[in-house]
């Protein structure tokens, strides 16, 4: 089973900011390939929606346990619903986002037991990271990765969302050191979902 061609759990790397809007009415060329043009016009919308939303989940701007309201989601983006409802439903896959029942969509929360089993998981898979980059460490990845540990001691006094990303991105750029999409996949999901956690527990009333 293949695992190329699927959005990256690290895709925040490289996001750019850019409006959304320029790919709403769009039209294709008349003739063979158009109603493929639309599926991949859609696709692309969706996914940089997918995108977007994930960014504002993992900084906070989206708090754990908010509702995702599609047509609210949408004005704001200046975008239809249908895009959103999918950027929605990958969410949901990534385990970003859940359904309640009779609330609809929202940005996850997690108990205190699914935290400490989340941690569980996320140390065994970091033990397996780590044994399967270290052979496979360039020059340029161990540059990078002492980069990234730099930027953690640096970043010490800053708001726990920024303290969040950079861990986030140092465990992250050690999992992709291992070229092991499978180990990339689980990685990256478990990852987001606790960056999502702590940024509840620091976000909460009792903490300043």
């Given at each position: 089973m293949a695992l190329t061609g699927r959005l990256s759990p690290y895709s925040l790397y490289s996001i750019e900011n850019k409006p959304l809007r320029p790919l709403i009415g769009q039209q294709p060329k008349e003739g063979r390939g158009t109603l493929q043009t639309n599926v991949i016009s859609r696709e692309t919308?969706?996914?940089?929606?997918?995108?977007?939303?994930?960014?504002?989940?993992?900084?906070?701007?989206?708090r754990p346990g908010e509702r995702l309201n599609e047509l609210g989601i949408a004005e704001r983006l200046g975008i239809s619903p249908t895009p959103v409802r999918e950027a929605i439903r990958l969410?949901?896959?990534?385990?970003?986002?859940?359904?309640?029942?009779?609330?609809?969509?929202?940005?996850?929360?997690?108990?205190?037991?699914?935290?400490?089993?989340?941690?569980?998981?996320?140390?065994?898979?970091?033990?397996?990271?780590?044994?399967?980059?270290?052979?496979r460490m360039t020059?340029?990845?161990?540059?990078?990765?002492?980069?990234?540990?730099?930027?953690?001691?640096?970043?010490?006094?800053?708001?726990?969302?920024?303290?969040?990303?950079?861990?986030?991105?140092f465990h992250g750029h050690?999992?992709?050191?291992?070229?092991?999409?499978?180990?990339?996949?689980?990685?990256?999901?478990?990852?987001?979902?606790?960056?999502?956690a702590r940024l509840e527990l620091f976000q909460a009333p009792s903490i300043d």
């Open positions: 919308l969706s996914s940089r929606v997918c995108s977007r939303l994930r960014e504002e989940i993992l900084s906070g701007s989206l969410l949901v896959n990534d385990g970003l986002v859940e359904y309640v029942a009779h609330k609809g969509m929202r940005v996850i929360t997690l108990s205190e037991e699914e935290i400490l089993q989340a941690f569980s998981v996320r140390r065994s898979l970091e033990r397996l990271a780590l044994t399967e980059s270290m052979p020059r340029a990845d161990k540059e990078r990765l002492l980069e990234l540990a730099e930027n953690t001691s640096a970043a010490a006094g800053k708001p726990a969302s920024v303290l969040f990303e950079i861990d986030r991105r050690l999992v992709e050191c291992s070229r092991n999409p499978w180990l990339l996949e689980f990685s990256g999901r478990m990852i987001n979902v606790l960056t999502v």
